[in-house]
């Protein structure tokens, strides 16, 4: 049995509207409404929802950076948000990130060498660390020689995202959230990360969460996938069941705006082609928060809201009163 790396459990994070500077919030934002989740030791778990549905709220809050309202984030079993100060800082250094565009995540004055050295600093790891940067660049591609003295502007996108996924190695991670790391980049390009990052992760034994609008990408890299809607996962399931079994409407519906690669190919699933706008995360709809845009949707949609249930299979789960 695979164990659980990190569990989330009824994760909420809502940020305060303020009308005015002394006015208390009236409204919240509810970016994270309740989100369940595992992540499986030496897996990728790949998440896709439209934008707004919380995703990067979602990387930030396991990152510690955002501060959740209510629930719980356990890595390793250990509860994150009630660990005191040595054991969050140790824990901080086993989950690194890769954002979307390295560009603005690196500081243009810094030489790509002191940006990889500078986790290390933090962490007061000062011992050979030219040794160590040289050894991670050439870990992700580059030239140790010639590189570590450039500065970000004198390499192209997808070297920076070999630059930012160096950083990130640098502390030997136990998890790497990537938020959209190859959403910026030339096709081309992405398929190379890509492929970087699945090389990086046999070697070294690493867990990804990855987050991608492009389902084409997390066909290509992911081992499960959840799909998030407004806050919520609606939907976990194997990734090679995903294009072809996946029951929550709403997942049907992101697949079906995929054009098939082949014409003459029947779709195996009924297209579903979503209605209107997402609603805003500030007015929540009541029930299931898919129901308005959904097919499917009766009464008890708009009253109840389904919980993430097994479907067909125990790799399956679907929060849905309408899937079978
Ligand atoms: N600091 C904040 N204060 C108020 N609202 C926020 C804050 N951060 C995010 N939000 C809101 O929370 C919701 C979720 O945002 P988030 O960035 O997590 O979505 P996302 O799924 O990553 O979207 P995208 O695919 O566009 O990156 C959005 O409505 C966003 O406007
Ligand atoms: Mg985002």
Do not use: W
Not at 71 to 79: A, H, S, T, V
Request: proline share 6%; net charge neutral; aromatic share 6%.
């Amino acid at each position: 049995m695979v164990s659980d790396l990190l569990e989330i459990n009824d994760l909420r994070v809502h940020f305060p509207v303020k009308k005015g500077l002394f006015q208390r919030p009236k409204q919240y934002v509810k970016a994270l409404n309740g989100v369940d989740l595992n992540v499986r030791q030496g897996e990728t778990l790949g998440i896709v929802g439209e934008s707004g549905c919380g995703k990067s709220t979602l990387a930030r809050s396991i990152m510690g950076l955002e501060e959740p309202t209510s629930g719980e984030i356990l890595f390793n079993g250990k509860d994150y948000m009630n660990a005191d100060a040595k054991d969050i800082h140790h824990m901080r250094r086993d989950v690194q990130m890769i954002f979307q565009d390295p560009y603005t995540s690196l500081n243009p004055r810094m030489k790509a060498g002191e940006s990889i050295a500078a986790p290390l600093k933090a962490y007061k790891e000062t011992d050979r660390v030219e040794k160590r940067v040289r050894e991670l660049l050439e870990l992700v591609g580059l030239d140790p020689d010639t590189d570590y003295h450039k500065l970000p502007h004198e390499f192209s996108g997808g070297q920076r995202q070999r630059i930012g996924i160096a950083r990130a190695l640098a502390l030997e991670p136990k998890l790497i959230i990537c938020d959209e790391p190859v959403s910026a980049l030339d096709v081309s390009v992405q398929a190379q990360v890509l492929n970087l990052l699945q090389d990086l992760q046999k070697k070294l034994g690493l867990t990804y969460v990855f987050i991608a609008h492009d389902l084409s990408v997390i066909n290509h890299i992911a081992d499960r996938v959840a799909v998030m809607y407004l806050g919520k996962v609606m939907e976990k399931v194997d990734a090679g069941s995903f294009q072809s079994q996946a029951l929550h409407p709403y997942s049907r519906a992101l697949l079906s705006a995929v054009p098939v690669p082949d014409p003459s190919e029947e779709r195996r699933l009924d297209r579903i082609v979503l209605n209107g706008e997402l609603p805003s995360p500030a007015d929540l709809p009541s029930g299931c928060v898919f129901h308005t845009r959904c097919p499917l949707a009766t009464e008890r949609c708009r009253t109840e809201v389904p919980v993430l249930e097994e479907k067909h299979n125990p790799n399956q789960k679907v929060a849905c009163f309408h899937t079978g």
